[in-house]
């Protein structure tokens, strides 16, 4: 076996990063006497998977080849045919499989297939470089609920706003184009009331080729004004605002109107009168929303983040000082008493972009 051809299968697959959702991404490299004979990757949701994509690129026969796949090969009829079928109908000699797949529809079912039509099958080879392609994934068909990724823009000083409420602009032009890169990569984007009274935001993906997210607006009351961005383009872009079953009932003609705009109203149970995020997320996953870019601001951050939904977070923080204790910080609410109440999360990844610093943090899982 060589690590060669299972990082250019990781390096397809990545390739399908924002439009394969809710499925995983997974990328497949045929290999014969040496040769690299086909390879594809999955590259967009309802299309033909990773295997029967590099079986179509073929530029030989594949009989006695070894096929690398950064994921185990489906066995199940979904919106395209089995992939461990065209292996075994194009006589591949040998399965290398990177990651396992949690889906009960094939776990460990693909593999035994493979072995019970006498194809060697090795798994688990390079699996920590595979799973880490797909923490959506595996996060979303196990829990059935969005993987949300926390992202904001802050001061070297911790400030997301000055003391009149200006943001415009933290950070510079490149960390805004990162941006736009993690709303394509993400199947929703999230922000509260709050953010979209003060900035009337597009929220839109703003990326050549990108995919513009479902808007999701956290909204107990229903105060999004109907003049807003949000509203006047939902027709444009997806968007759900999602408010209490009492306040959809008490306020029947806007959600008339709003649901004209295009927008989907989307009740759910309500809690200490608001919005119950455990019921939001369940029903978010049933739309088959598998990812959130959490934009907050700091009040729904701090909500997301003390019922433990929040599972990475990107920070961007800029080479500047804005000062002022009236100065709006990412996370609100009245914060834990003691250090040791603190939700932890653990470095992945520091990377300079122009003048500022992401820097990605995955929960820590305790």
């Known amino acids: 076996m060589n690590e060669q051809y299972m990082r250019r299968a990781i390096e397809l697959a990545k390739k399908g990063a924002g439009f394969v959702s809710p499925n995983p991404m997974v ?3 045929i290999v014969k006497n040496g040769r690299v004979i086909g390879e594809g990757y999955h590259e967009r949701c309802g299309q033909l998977h990773a295997e029967r994509n590099a079986i179509a690129a073929l530029t030989e026969d594949a009989k006695g080849a070894t096929i690398y796949v950064t994921l185990e090969p489906c066995c199940h009829y979904g919106k395209t045919p089995p992939c461990t079928e065209a292996i075994i109908e194009n006589k591949i000699a040998k399965v290398v499989i990177g990651s396992r ?3 009960p529809l094939v776990s460990g079912k693909g593999a035994k297939i493979l072995r019970d039509a006498g194809i060697e099958v090795v798994e688990d080879f390079m699996r920590k470089e595979c799973d880490e392609i797909n923490p ?12 949300v990724s926390m992202k904001y823009a802050m001061t070297m000083d911790g400030k997301i706003a000055t003391k009149t409420g200006a943001s415009k ?7 805004r184009e990162d941006v736009q890169r993690l709303r394509h990569e993400h199947r929703g984007i999230m922000v509260g009331i709050g953010t979209v009274l003060a900035d009337n935001p597009m929220l839109n993906c703003r990326m050549d080729g ?3 997210p479902i808007r999701i607006i956290a909204d107990s009351h229903l105060q999004i004004p109907l003049e807003s961005k949000i509203v006047t383009t939902a ?7 999602v408010t ?9 003609d806007k959600v008339k109107k709003l649901e004209d705009a295009g927008v989907c109203v989307l009740e759910v149970d309500e809690k200490d009168g608001h919005i119950a995020l455990s019921d939001m997320m369940s029903k978010l996953g049933e739309k088959q929303i598998d990812s959130i870019l959490l934009e907050g601001g700091g009040t729904l951050n ?16 800029a080479p500047k000082v804005f000062g002022g204790i009236d100065a709006k910080t990412p996370v609100e609410g009245v914060g834990v008493c003691e250090p040791s109440e603190a939700t932890h999360f653990n470095m992945v990844d520091s990377k300079q972009i122009g003048a500022d610093l992401r820097i990605t943090y995955i929960k820590e899982v305790i």
């Not at 959506?136 to 993987?147: D, S």
């Not at 602009?169 to 960390?175: A, D, F, L, M, V």
């Not at 027709?235 to 605002?241: K, L």
């Not at 209490?244 to 029947?252: R, V």
């Open 302 to 317: 701090d909500a997301m983040l003390r019922v433990g939904f929040v599972n990475r977070a990107y920070v961007y923080i």
């Open 169 to 175: 602009w933290i950070t510079g032009e490149e960390s």
């Open 210 to 212: 990108g995919r513009s």
């Open 27 to 29: 990328g497949a490299v």
């Open 235 to 241: 027709n444009e872009y997806e968007t759900i605002v």
């Open 136 to 147: 959506i994934f595996f996060h979303y068909i196990t829990k059935r609920i969005p993987y």
């Open 244 to 252: 209490t079953e009492s306040c959809k009932i008490s306020n029947a």
């Open 101 to 103: 797949d949690p889906n």
